[in-house]
């Protein structure tokens, strides 16, 4: 009998060493999610303050900050370039083509049905052959409370 309180206390102290265990290790992972939404918060209100800064209180007399503000200026000519040539690429609207469906039979209908039914009605559609119109690209910053 002594021999089954024995290893019952055992088990009994394994579980509740594993609960504190895994208590502790939620408390963490708790703590850390925190940290690291604060961290993303922290970031997003540093770019948002930079953004303003450069958009507004930019000073030119200032050699710290001018030249990051200088290689901002680089970088935003270099992407205007790229997009540019990106558009040059895929052309604007004047390689569009017109695609009619008029020599198109309709394989839906019964071959055995009777002319007293009525035909489908034939559809016009435009197809462009350069790539299709992409949405403004999602940019990390769109969501800052400041946009210039």
Known sequence: MEILKKVGKA??????????????????????????????AAEKEYLA???YYYHSLRDKNNEVTE?????????EEGLDSALDQ???YYGGEDDMEVVTLEDVEAFDQDPQATE??????KEEALVEESAPQEAAPVEEND????EG
């Open 11 to 40: 088990v009994g102290d394994a579980a509740s060493y594993l609960g504190e265990k895994n208590r502790r290790i939620a408390r963490l992972n708790r703590i850390r999610s925190v940290i690291r939404c604060q961290e993303k």
């Open 143 to 146: 969501g800052l409370p400041f």
């Open 67 to 75: 030249a990051h503000c200088v290689a901002l200026d680089k970088i």
């Open 49 to 51: 303050l930079g953004r």
């Open 86 to 88: 990106l558009e040059k």
């Open 116 to 121: 007293e039914e009525p035909a489908p009605e």
